[in-house]
Structure formats: structure tokens, C-alpha cells
């Protein structure tokens, strides 16, 4: 089985400068397509990102930092409706090519350590790091500005039931 990036943009990393190099990247509405099917997104209208790749150690281990910017319609949690959102965010991550793809055995790392992700090859994929990126950056439980009115009509249809979801245990409780 293969797996095709949606927003493929790979940077051969031996012709990183030491100086480091500084990217602009913009996804197609194709790739914003497909990555909306991959997030379970409603539309991305737009996904766009800075990212700095930097060697460090000797070009062994790289620093990419930079900026995700995207605008983006999610599905609230409540009503099911489309909630737009801008979502911006930061990065900084480490990849190394001392660390193993695959390691075996047990492994000990510290949760205090900066442990920097494994590069397989040659290779970085920039679009893939921003996807990434976004993927974090989205909001886990969109609500749209309907949804507390939604809720509460829902509570006030159901005649006899208060409290909440844990009414039904209190009255047990009760007895």
C-alpha cells in the first residue's frame, strides 16, 4: 500500500546552505482539497506557510521553524453546521538523521528532552511538515455561534429530565 502526500513539497537536505534556507509554500485548491478530505474538513480555502530549514550539528540534524496560515470550514459539534475559522500557529521541530526510522527494543526518552523526529532519507517534505502543523492548530470541537441555543432548546424539550446528562444517575442514586 502506498501513500501519496496531498501537499507534497520536498527539500533535498544537502543543498541546505549552513547559512540555512527560508521558503514560502502555498498549497492549490487541489492539494486544499484533499487535505480537507484527510482532516475531515468542510474546505480549506487556503493553506499557506513560511518555514525556515536550518542545519545544525554538522548538517546531521535540521531545524525547521516557521508559520502556518490557513482559512478553513470545520463542522461544529454540536449542530453540524460550518463553522469558518482562521487558523495561524508557530512551529519549531527537529529533524535528525541520527535518530532510527524504527528502533528496536524498548526505548527510554526523556519527557523533558527535545527528541528530534527521524528523517527516513534525504529528503524533507515542507508541505507535509505544514500539514502537519495545521492539523494541530485546528480547533477539536468547533462550535458554531448557534450551538448553546441549540443545546439549550434540546434541554427544554425533554419534559421531566433536568440536570444534565448525569440526571438519570442521580435519581438512581436517589432511591
Not at 82 to 109: H, K, Q, T
Request: hydrophobic share 40%.
Amino acid at each position: 500500500m502506498s501513500f501519496v502526500l496531498e501537499f507534497s513539497r520536498p527539500l533535498a537536505l544537502d543543498g541546505v546552505p549552513p547559512a540555512g534556507s527560508s521558503l514560502r509554500l502555498q498549497a492549490t485548491a487541489e492539494e486544499c482539497a484533499a487535505l480537507a478530505a484527510r482532516f475531515d474538513l468542510v474546505r480549506i480555502g487556503r493553506l499557506e506557510g513560511e518555514v525556515r530549514v536550518q542545519p545544525v550539528d554538522t548538517g546531521r540534524t535540521f531545524l525547521v521553524s516557521g508559520r502556518v496560515l490557513a482559512d478553513v470550514v470545520q463542522t461544529c459539534v454540536v449542530t453540524q453546521e460550518p463553522v469558518p475559522a482562521r487558523v495561524e500557529g508557530d512551529f519549531d521541530r527537529l529533524f535528525s538523521r541520527e535518530v532510527p526510522v524504527e528502533a528496536e527494543g524498548e526505548v527510554e526518552i526523556d519527557p523533558e528532552a527535545e527528541v528530534p523526529e527521524p528523517l527516513a532519507d534525504n529528503k524533507l517534505d515542507l508541505g507535509e511538515v505544514l500539514a502537519q502543523e495545521l492539523s494541530l492548530a485546528l480547533d477539536p470541537y468547533p462550535r458554531s455561534p448557534t450551538a448553546d441555543r441549540y443545546l439549550a432548546e434540546l434541554e427544554a424539550a425533554r419534559p421531566g429530565e433536568s440536570g444534565g446528562p448525569f440526571s438519570a444517575l442521580d435519581a438512581l442514586r436517589r432511591h
